[in-house]
């Protein structure tokens, strides 16, 4: 026994992910539920979505700086500071939104242009730290997005030299 009954679906798209939603037999029915779902979407009502927070990254690069690492950071005059003016230098005027990981790897190009890896990097793991602190106040929504950027490979092995003393030390052990 087959049943003539005819199933409508409804398909929108919520910030560019497709969502389907079977409705009911009736046609009118199902263009009544995707006008109601179009209003929920254009008000922010639907899921629960909140609406964008548009954080100026440079107002909050400064609240992170004194909420978090003046408090936290003993280096934080030394390093922190620096490193936060130079990603201010470079995202200043954008909200943190606007911050992508293809800008994110612009910046990491540019400044190895300028300075060494090292330096990049510290400034990469602080801008990463920036985006999380943002994440759990409450400031931003989505991912972060130096988590898709990979630092540099650090070559950290010194170069030394022997001072007088200890040449002569390492001639009299050889010696023996």
């Known amino acids: 026994m087959t049943s003539d009954v005819r199933n409508y679906y409804i398909e929108y798209y919520v910030n560019g992910r497709r ?14 539920a995707l006008n109601k779902r179009k209003l929920e979407i254009a008000e922010n009502r639907f ?34 500071k620096h490193n936060i003016k130079a990603l201010k230098e470079y995202f200043g005027k954008k909200t943190l939104d606007e ?11 540019k400044r190895m242009q300028e300075v060494l890896p090292a330096t990049v990097n510290r400034q990469l793991t602080c801008l990463k730290s920036i985006f999380n602190k943002a994440i759990a106040w409450g400031k931003f929504t989505g991912m972060n997005p130096v988590k898709a950027v990979k630092l540099f490979k650090e070559n950290n ?6 001072d007088r003393k200890s040449t002569n030390c390492l001639i009299a052990v050889l010696a023996n």
């Open 19 to 32: 969502i389907r939603e079977q409705v009911g037999s009736n046609r009118g029915l199902a263009e009544q």
């Open 47 to 80: 899921l629960d979505i909140k609406k964008e927070l548009k954080v100026n990254f440079s107002v909050f690069a400064d609240e992170y700086f004194e909420s978090h690492s003046k408090v936290n950071n003993r280096s934080w005059n030394t390093f922190d």
């Open 99 to 109: 911050i992508s990981s293809h800008l994110v790897a612009k910046f990491k190009a």
């Open 157 to 162: 092995q010194r170069l030394r030299f022997l």
